[in-house]
């Protein structure tokens, strides 16, 4: 049956009945429906998974930070026409929204509703009869698709009717207007964020005109399963001839990423199954970079350690494996989503988060305005500031770390819960035929590897708890009350059985030290998720101050210690020559002088290694060869540092 025949036979259904209800699917969250295949794991409603321990501290930081006042001084939001103003009336509100909706709800802040609240009212009452809405000046798409994944999380945390008849209105809009998504705009190259939200609003209505407007916009928009398959910006040199299209823009190709598996779900292809891991392996390949990034500053950009990637990337990137994980249940794919929520999220911003970074480095020694080698970037890039180079990311950070928490935890087709990511957190969900259980989660992962989950019920109740075993897990360790579970890393593990309230599950995932081989044949440390990069002495300096009432500044970070350095290390066995030292994890998580875990190794100087262009220069060829005296030295997480060697050369012993 073609997808346009199985439409129409839906269109005659009265009553839309999830067929894989019988073959026993989640009974008490919105799933897909025919003709869609049914997901991996389903998502929990905004606002079900709340973060305790360092995660609530690191969120309300980011309260405390630039999310929660950004609106209050930065002429972007504080005029912009989607809230009352006269000024920007673009993506800065939406993107802006898309992380205080989230980082409201998980926090459940009073201060944060109440500004969410009046944003929404502004956005809802822009809708117009012909289901078209956002500020009368703009008649670009494009911020329309941001804005739809804003009302969905906001109907999800509020179950508020009117944002749902927004979205709705707006696929009638679609329908009776022809197709508008051309390749040389960014409403066109991103139309499939809008099949996203196309989908989740099906799975609540089941209405068959959304799925005809989501396959018009599938259709009628670039191919990038296609794209993904093929690859063709493999050369970073020829991504700078081809003059920097939309094919080669980071932030466009991390929002790709989740398309074709995305689209997977109405074409039933495994083809765009397939499409979805080849992406990822080619970006790794070709443009990988140390925490699961790829480079592109602005535009692909290799995997050389001092190229950059853009922010906007890196949180697009998280929010496409929230979803991919959803949609197709792979471990591999919640791995790297812990890479990039632990290192590369953190280490963009400064630890307070008043400040980002447009563009961060792997190794990475001097934060200045100056030129550098970037594919397309400006002398600011790399600056911790409110708007360096470009204000994109200024106002689409702050869905990382909220993002982030709400997806910890998914709900199952066997009625039970499944642990996708790790962090302190804890989720209140309906189980078994309706129970609602609340677990909590007490952890200072990814700081350490010890797990402690406690279930709470008002009655006791059987259900199967899910707990993904990282692909690095060898060795883990798994005793649910009492009882000794097998834990297979690369897997979930299965704990079913009646829990009692207050029974506890322990999980212990093993810290142990290990080694990726990178660009240059330069060496990594990675302890769990975290990347460990040479911790470097600092010197900031500001450059520019953006409030008077606010710490909004822009600085420039020189290094006041050595870091050229190579490691002598045995990489098959790194735990031979180095000592961990760990802490308690402080208020502000990814502060500098306060790292949870510091890494002590030896090294020596290479004095050939030198600045080049304003960054380090190439890593030395390894095995490297130093005669400078051995020097002890401390490597803490990447993301609790600004200045960092993360690639480092190995030394002949
Ligand atoms: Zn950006």
Request: glycine content about 8%; proline content about 7%.
């Amino acid at each position: 049956m073609s997808h346009v025949e199985s439409i129409a036979v839906l269109s005659l259904a009265v009553i839309v009945v999830p067929a894989s209800v019988a073959q026993g699917a989640n009974k008490h969250y919105p799933i897909n429906r025919q003709p869609l295949v049914q997901t991996e794991f389903v998502e929990l409603p905004l606002g079900a998974v709340k973060p305790q321990g360092w995660l609530k501290d690191q969120l309300t930081v980011q309260a405390n930070g630039l999310t929660g006042h950004l609106d209050e001084f930065w002429p972007s939001l504080s005029d912009s026409l989607w809230h009352g103003g006269k000024g920007e009336g673009w993506e800065r509100g939406p993107y802006y929204l898309d992380g205080l909706v989230p980082l409201a709800y998980v926090l459940d802040d009073p201060r944060l509703i109440a500004k969410v609240k009046s944003w929404m009212d502004d956005m809802i009452a822009t809708a117009q009869p012909n289901g078209w809405f956002g500020p009368a000046k703009n008649k670009d798409r494009w911020p329309l698709a941001v804005a739809l994944k804003v009302l969905a999380q906001y109907h999800e945390a509020t179950g508020d009717e009117r944002a749902l008849k927004v979205i709705q209105d707006y696929f009638r809009y679609l329908n009776d207007n022809p197709p508008d998504w051309p390749d040389d705009q960014w409403r066109g190259v991103r139309a499939m964020e809008n099949v996203v939200t196309a989908f989740w609003l099906y799975r609540r209505t089941g209405d068959p005109a959304v799925l005809k407007a989501a396959r018009s916009i599938h259709d009628n928009s670039f191919d990038w399963a296609k794209y993904f398959v093929e690859f063709p910006f493999k050369d970073p040199a020829k991504v700078r001839e081809h003059k920097a299209g939309h094919r080669t823009h980071v932030v466009n190709i991390a929002m790709a990423t989740k398309h074709a598996g995305v689209w997977y779900q109405f074409s039933k292809d495994d083809k765009d199954r397939e499409a979805a891991f080849a992406g990822l392996a080619n970006l790794d390949k070709y443009h990988g970079q140390a925490t699961g990034r790829f480079g592109g500053d602005e535009h692909l950009a290799g995997r050389s350690p001092t190229q950059g990637t853009e922010l906007c990337a890196v949180v697009e990137f998280m929010y496409s494996l929230e979803n991919l994980i959803a949609v197709l249940g792979d471990v591999a794919l919640a791995d790297r989503l812990e890479l990039l929520a632990y290192n590369a999220n953190p280490g963009a911003c400064t630890a307070d988060y008043w400040a980002h970074q447009y563009d961060q480095q792997a190794n990475q020694v001097l934060v200045s305005k100056a030129k550098r080698h970037w594919q397309t970037n400006g002398d600011m890039a790399n600056v911790y500031g409110l708007e360096p180079n470009f204000g994109c990311c200024t106002a689409n950070m702050h869905q990382g770390w909220p993002k982030y928490v709400a997806h910890l935890w998914m709900a199952t087709h066997d009625q039970g819960l499944a642990a996708v990511a790790y962090g302190p957190n804890r989720v209140k969900a309906k189980v078994a035929d309706g129970a609602e259980v609340t677990i909590t989660q007490e952890t200072d992962y990814p700081f350490g590897g010890t797990i402690n989950f406690t279930i709470d019920a008002e009655q006791p109740v059987k259900f199967p708890l899910h707990l993904r075993i990282p692909v690095w897990a060898d060795g883990a360790k798994l005793t649910a009350a009492g009882e000794s579970i097998e834990a297979k890393a690369g897997s979930f593990a299965v704990v079913k059985r009646t829990w009692k309230p207050g029974d506890t599950v322990e999980l212990v995932l093993p810290m142990k030290l290990r080694t990726e081989r990178r660009y240059n044949n330069a060496v990594s440390v990675l302890r769990g998720p975290l990347y460990f990069s040479l911790k470097i002495g600092e010197k900031w300096t500001q450059i520019a101050s953006h409030s008077d009432k606010f710490p909004s500044k822009d600085w420039q970070i020189e290094p006041t210690t050595s870091w050229n350095y190579g490691l002598l290390l045995d990489p098959a066995n790194p735990e031979a020559g180095v000592t961990v030292a760990t802490n308690k994890v402080g208020n502000v998580p990814f502060d500098t002088a306060a790292a949870p875990v510091v890494l002590k190794v030896k090294g020596r100087q290479i004095p050939d290694w030198k600045l080049v262009d304003n960054s380090a220069g190439d890593t030395p060829a390894s095995p490297a060869v130093s005669s400078e005296p051995t020097a002890d030295l401390e490597l803490i997480p990447y993301g609790s540092t600004r200045l960092r060697i993360t690639e480092f050369p190995v030394l002949k012993p």
